[in-house]
């Protein structure tokens, strides 16, 4: 529960900030409503999707999925998820935003 609260604090401070649109955004306003299980399938049903979307796309949606699969208790499914978010960041940087970035970073550690 620590591990989600950690996590959905600094989603709310930055809730009103982000514009997004789509599926991508309903999936992250269930996470931020703590409906995990449907924003679970909602990420799984746009993972095709997501790999024509560009680096800050993609990462948000690994973000996201990763942060779902942790908030479930699936660490092993979180840590690839959560992986893949940091290698496209590392690689693209400015591809999440720093709110964002804050978040990948303590949604690691949590899986330390």
């Known amino acids: 529960m620590r591990f989600v609260r950690a996590l959905l604090v600094p989603w709310m401070l930055s809730s009103s900030l982000a514009a997004c649109a789509g599926r991508l955004c309903h999936g992250e306003s269930q996470f931020d409503e703590g409906q995990y299980p449907a924003a679970k399938e909602t990420f799984a049903g746009l993972e095709a999707q997501s790999r024509e979307w560009d680096s800050s796309g993609q990462a948000q949606y690994a973000l996201f999925r990763g942060l779902t699969h942790a908030a479930l208790g699936d660490r092993a499914k979180a840590g690839v998820w959560l992986r893949g978010a ?16 804050r978040r990948l970073k303590v949604g690691l550690e949590a899986l330390d």
């Open 86 to 101: 940091k290698a496209i960041e590392e690689a693209h940087p400015g591809s999440l935003s720093p709110i964002d970035v």
